[in-house]
């Protein structure tokens, strides 16, 4: 089953924040976030492991509720490089076992 | 993270006919694993290729349609078997690390 993410798009004025998040339906391993630009391949942003644990990366950051199954992706003083669509990614299996689901996507647009 | 040659960026192909798709990481890696991605939509996996064994294909792809080879550590090949236009997409190729899922640049197949 694909994870679900909300909302499916949002378009923000640049230095604004923005919340997508990630809804699973079965135990997670990990939440993984990427971001695509058009045309171009997804690229890896953070990874959060089972235990509930908040990362950050520069004005990027997440969390992930375990026992929710979901996990929160945070942008805060958006730029017009944070444009693009973003997945999270989840793994149900541990190492040895890693098979990546995305989710449905959020298409993020920054506006000057 | 590695990094991954992926060819050919794109293709045009008739109906019928099949085109392999080829992945070449510059590191060994036990899985790799091969993504579609359908315009605006989401990633999808078809199958996970360990080096040594048959791949494992996901619910909805079938072996006599993508067969993919998987000769050593650094190298993977798809085959989109008789094509028909609904195979027109992206194919992408994923090995994991621990800096997450690295990403070849695409295969983007038109099939007319």
């Known amino acids: 089953q694909q994870p679900v993410q909300s909302p499916q798009a949002v378009i923000l004025r640049e230095g604004e924040d923005a919340v997508i998040n990630c809804s699973s339906s079965?135990?997670?391993?990990?939440v993984h976030w990427y971001r695509q630009k058009h045309g171009e391949a997804p690229v890896f942003l953070m990874i959060?492991?089972?235990?509930?644990e908040q990362k950050g990366h520069e004005k990027i950051s997440a969390s992930f509720n375990e026992k929710k199954q979901q996990s929160s992706l945070y942008l805060t003083a958006s730029q017009l490089s944070y444009s693009g669509t973003y997945f999270c990614?989840?793994?149900?299996?541990?190492?040895?076992?890693?098979?990546?689901?995305f989710g449905t996507g959020t298409r993020l647009t920054i506006i000057p | 993270s590695a990094v991954i040659s992926q060819k050919p960026s794109r293709d045009i192909c008739q109906r019928g006919t099949s085109l392999t798709i080829q992945c070449q990481v510059d590191?060994?890696?036990?899985?790799m694993f091969w993504y579609r991605q359908q315009p605006g939509q989401s990633l999808t996996l078809i199958a996970t290729?360990?080096?040594?064994?048959?791949?494992?294909?996901e619910s909805g792809f079938v072996i006599d349609k993508f067969p993919i080879s998987r000769p050593n550590l650094t190298f993977s090949t798809l085959t989109v078997s008789n094509m028909s236009p609904e195979d027109s997409s992206i194919y992408l190729c994923?090995?994991?690390?621990?800096?997450?899922?690295?990403f070849g640049s695409g295969t983007r197949l038109t099939v007319v």
């Open positions: 290729a360990n080096q040594g064994s048959e791949a494992t294909y």
């Open positions: 079965k135990a997670l391993y990990s």
């Open positions: 990614g989840t793994e149900i299996g541990g190492f040895g076992n890693e098979k990546l689901t």
């Open positions: 590191s060994q890696v036990t899985m």
């Open positions: 959060l492991l089972k235990g509930g």
């Open positions: 994923s090995v994991n690390s621990f800096y997450g899922y690295t």
